[in-house]
Structures are given as C-alpha cells and as structure tokens.
C-alpha cells in the first residue's frame, strides 16, 4: 500500500499502471528493480504493486524488487504474442487482465499503449503527477541515501580542485608537469574517484573562461589562469539510484573585477535563498527573492544574466519536483532541493555556486559542507 | 530532410513530433543533443527538423545539434505558461501551433501531452516505428563509432581478465595480494579504463559461481577457483552515445565437466549464428536454429537453458532493433547485431558468449576481436 492507493479510488480506477526502465524514475521508486529493458509495474486498488518480467529476470526481481514479481508468461502476455498481436497490444491485453477495470497512469504512460488500453477499459491520466509527489517527499532513509552520495561528491571536488591549486601557470595555461591541464583530465580525475566510491560521474561540467558565461557547457581542453573555472557535478549512485548536486566556481590566479563582483552577488544571493528555504515558503518566491536582489546589484534577469531557475528537487531524477523557479509552489518538510543561482554574461564569463539540503519545518538542513573561495 | 518525410506524408500529417532527453534514443538521433531535460524535436513535412530548447540551453543546441533550434520563447511556450496553461497543455499548444495540422508521433510519446495535442489537431501514433527503423540500419559513419567503442570495450575486458589471470587461488578464493579478489575490484578496474577512454561502464555483469545461473546477476563478492565467472560488458561512449556489448565466460582453474561441455555447446552456437548471418536471412530463423542446435546437444530452450534470446540491434540503446529472438523478422545490411547464445541451470552455473558485428549482404563484418579461451 503507499500514496498511490487513494489516488486510484478518487479517479475511480481499479489499478494503476507504468511502464517503463529504470532509467523512469517513477518506475524505479515503485519497483527499485534496476533494468535497461521496460516493465509493468501494476497496482490495484487496496493490494500490494507488483512488477511483471520476463522469464529471465524472475529470480532477480524476486530478490531486488519491493513490488511482488509476477512473469510476463504468468501473465497471459506470451499467449498474446503467439496469437499473433503486437508487443503493445499484447501489454496493454495483459494490463486489462490484471486490472480488470479503469486504469490510472503516468501522464508520460506511452501513447501506443494507452490507445490499445483504451479498447478494454478507459483509461485516465494521473493529472495530479502523484508518484512525482511522493518521490518529492524523501523518507529519512532517502535523505541518508542522497547525504552519502554528497559526501563523496565533495570528496571528487575536492580531488578535482587539488589538480587546478597544484597546477602551475605558464603562459596563460594552468600546467602539471609542464603539460596544460584541461578540462577532461580534471573530470576524469573526479569521475575515478567516484567510480572507486560506487558513483556515476555524469557529464560532469569543467568549463573555463568564456565558455562559463553558457550554464551547461560541458567545458573542454586546456584551463587557464586568471579566468572563471565552473565545476557542476552531479553524479548517481550506482545501487541507490540516488543523485547529489553541486557545483563552484573557482580562479587560479587573479580574477577580473567584473568576475570577482558577479562571484560575491551570487554567494549572497545563494545565502539569501537559502535563508528563506522551510516549509511552506514557495519556490516562485525564493525565485523572485534572488531576482530582486540581483536587480539591486545591478544584474539582470533574462537572457543574460540570472538566466535559469534557483534550484530544483533532486532524487533519482536529477532534475524533479520541487521547483524552485518562477512558477514553483511551496516547499514541504521532507523536499530535497538544490539552491544555485548563477549569472551568465557572454564576453565576461560564468559563476554559479550549488548547494543542496532538506527543507525542515523551520528551514533547511544544508548538505553541502564544501567551502566556497573564489581564488585557490 | 529524412526518412520520417514520407512517414508524415503516409499519414496524412503535416509535421512529426517528439519529446524526451537523450536517454529517449530516437530524440537524441534526432536531434544529437545530449540534455537530461526533455526537448521537443519538429519537424515539418518536407522541412528540415528543428529542436525547441530552453533559452538557456540556446547556443549550445545551435553548437551541438544537427537539427535547427528555436528556443521555447520564441515558440510561444512562456506565454502560455504565463496565460496559466499546465506544462503539457502549454508545450502541447506551441506544437500545435508549430506543426499547423495533424501530428505524427513515436509509440513512446507521452499520453497527457497527446490529450492535450488532440484538442488542436488529430494525432497519429506511428505505428510503423519509422525512427527505430532509421535507427537500425546504421551509417558508415554509425559503424566506425560503435566499432571503436568495441575495441575500448575489449582492451577494458582484458583488464578485468587480467586481473583474474594473475590472481592465485587459495581456500577456493581468488586471491590478489593474499586478500579475495572481488567482482567489485574487477568491475571498478574495467570502469576506470573506460572512463580513460571516453565510455562509460553500465552495470557491467562479473557474476561467479551459482550466480551465473540468473543472465542478468550484476555479482557481487569474492571471485572463486574452478567456477565459471561470466563477464558481459557493455559501455556507452561519452560524447557519441554508442554502446558496445560483450561477453566471456571464464574459469580460473578447473571448470566441472558440466561447465565445460555447455561451454562447448555455446560456442558452437555462436558459430552457427554468426554463420547464417547476412542481409535477408530472419531473426527468427536463427534462433530457431540455435534452439534446434542446443536441442541435438541435450539443452532445452524454456525456463531453463536457453532462456533468452539470441540477439539484438545495438545502437545508441543498449537493446534495439533488429532481435534475433522467436520473432525476430528480416535482417538488412547495416544492422549491428550481437550474437550471444547462453545455457543457465540453477544449481550448476551458466554460461555465456556474446559478440557484436554488422550484417553485410553476404554475411556478418564481425567486429569481436577479443579470444574465447574457457580457463585461464
């Protein structure tokens, strides 16, 4: 049973349905089965969700999943096959046989699947995004999960930023043993450590100088003295599913005053932000709050300047509910967010700076720990 | 201009649409924007595609993909969201507005966002899984980058083998250094070489022992003497997306006589299968003799023994088109296959071996180059 339940009897559905890999994160939270093929996970009203599988993956299920694991063959679904219907007739006849009635379903519910579904009983989009809301909401366990993959992010950064102070300029290069540094060699180095400590390392960001001023430059070649370097770095734990996030914007050498001026309104915008996170206070808030504040330092939200949202909930998606952009609504206990304001000027350059915690009743219980100088 | 045109012809629409980030493989061919946030991909009958990204994401849209790109502003998205339009309604309108007529989309495309989309215009689901299609016959170009994840692929192998190779045996624990060598250790060491080189490990297979007996048992734990231990290895290139897939079965040490005779058995398939391979010839047909083969020597092909099937496309999914299961159609030249024939019996073990090549006109041009020795 779990919040699912009283949303399947207020649409009037007898069951809800997904379908999906693990790489849904909807799919993953209901079932924790890690697979790169796609399953049904089925729930009817009062009773427990199962996960249906193929043969082949029985006994992993069994082990893995918290859902009760039932075969495609078991099913009916083989049956379909060999009748000759097609793999989303033959899905969507097996869902009706299991739900055996109206069908609730994500509103990303494949469209092919849906239409065939259709024939046998209605089916209705779960509007309310309810599995969204309640991966939102993070158990203690989940808080401890995302908090141990933080720490070892920090530990990569700090690996990461100890090649760039060890680095020595010449040229306008940053150099090790003469060599230039670049980029690929500074997230290599962070995605080892990662993958030593049951991380993923994903596209992490290593960018340098103009290349800062676009937000999701991934960076490339050799890092340079007297420029802003931006590291983004949000990596999976491999078991888990569970991500971290942060980002800093360091210079080897000395900054331009314009960098140095953008570096501060950020820090203190990041701190304003951060003080105005509990429950209750709305992400559209806290935006525009940053908005304003980086209106009063002279700087611009638009196209230049503030140019996305303040942060965003974190989970097994890196990216999902809370929103803490214009339109985000308010924040509950229990929300895992990040707060990364960042001003982006084409021919100047980048900074953000990321952190990430839980939102308490009172305020928020910051993760991150990592110090934040401009200069190393 | 694309082999979607006359797919959106067929149907009678005016433009193709898609939505998803690039873990949705038909958005990234589309479009070869790498982003962890959704997309919209368009395009117009007769037109060139286009991508309509945040605004943030702008310049590097117009860098890095192949399509045209026009930012969601621009496209009319924000002002719906600002007239109070939900997500879906509100990207629904913009494609309706861009599109001006009937839609054709993916199987995969998201239900709620169909609803909304059908308010404006008809949608037709394409049935004909015209990008999976596209996707399965792979360019020159496709086949040198999944060729030289391939070769990545075998030197990591050889890393993980090496260190088995070397390892010495003691109370029936694989030892390195006196202390067990572990499942973890040779995955991790396989991981950092492909981080080296531009891939990324997923879920890599080093399963020993009993494990073996379950196909898709990630393993865990110490590595044993005279046990078979089945490595199946299957990166994703960083940059390009490409996945490369392969599999060894190995027994440091003395493999029961069981173990060995299945060894036997499923080389001999995979040497069948790769023998019947060329353009014309049907998946189906080669699974079927692969279950006939395995049946001459004393295996079944239901619960156990060979219980999955024997192969499938590989392309930037890690499993696509074309399969070569019981219902398995044509092969063409260009596919990129794997052959990967496999025995599992709980209680005695399982065995594997998987290579990966394209389907020629008159055969398979086989890019597994790595050997097949059982013992080591």
Redesign the interface.
């Known amino acids: 049973m779990n919040g699912l339940d009283s949303a399947i009897r207020d649409a009037g559905a007898a069951a809800y349905a997904a379908y999906g890999a693990s ?1 849904d994160a909807n799919v993953r939270y209901l079932t924790r089965f ?4 796609p399953v049904v996970y089925m729930q009817k009203s009062g009773e427990r969700g199962m996960i249906v599988v ?4 029985h ?2 299920a069994v082990r893995e999943s918290t859902a009760a694991v039932v075969t495609r063959a078991d099913a009916g679904y083989l049956e379909y ?1 060999k009748a000759g219907e ?1 793999r ?1 007739r033959a899905t969507a006849h097996m869902i009706a046989d299991l739900a055996g009635g109206p069908v609730l ?1 994500p ?9 065939e579904l259709e024939s046998f009983h209605p ?1 209705f ?1 779960d ?1 309310a995004n309810t599995v969204e809301g309640m991966r939102a909401v993070k158990t203690p366990e989940e808080i401890e999960r995302i908090r141990s993959v933080q720490r070892v992010t920090e530990a990569a950064l700090d690996r990461g930023l100890s090649l760039i102070r060890a680095s020595i300029p010449r040229g306008g290069l940053l150099r090790r043993d003469g060599a230039p540094l670049t980029a690929e060699a500074v997230r ?1 180095e962070m ?2 450590f990662l ?2 400590h049951g991380c ?1 390392g ?2 992490t960001i290593v960018s340098c100088g103009l290349d800062t001023a ?4 991934a960076g490339a070649g050799p890092l340079r003295e007297d420029e802003p370097i931006v590291i983004d770095i949000y990596p999976q734990h ?1 078991q888990t599913g569970y991500y971290a996030d942060m980002t800093r914007t360091v210079v080897k050498g000395e900054p331009s005053p314009e960098i140095r001026e953008m570096y501060e309104a950020v820090r203190d915008a990041k701190t304003l932000g951060i003080s105005m996170i509990r429950a209750g206070a709305t992400g559209a808030d806290l935006y525009q709050a940053v908005v304003e504040f980086f209106r009063d330092r002279g700087y611009e939200s638009d ?1 230049r300047g503030f ?2 949202s303040l942060g965003h909930g974190v989970g097994l998606e ?2 999902e509910e809370p929103s803490l952009g214009p ?1 985000g609504g308010a924040l509950v206990a229990g929300n895992v967010v990040t707060v990364e304001p960042g001003l ?1 000027y084409p021919g100047t350059g980048g900074v953000r700076l990321e952190d990430m915690g839980a939102v308490t009743e009172t305020g928020f219980d910051r993760f991150t720990q990592y110090g934040e100088e401009l200069t190393l």
Request: hydrophobic content about 45%; cysteine-free.
């Open positions: 790489v890690r697979t790169s093929d193929p043969q082949m993956e006994e992993r096959i097609s989303w379903v509103a990303t519910f494949p469209l092919a699947l849906a239409r089916v989009v509007a290599t995605h080892t993958l030593a993923r994903v596209d676009l937000p999701h430059n491999e196209t140019i996305h890196i990216h339109h982006y």
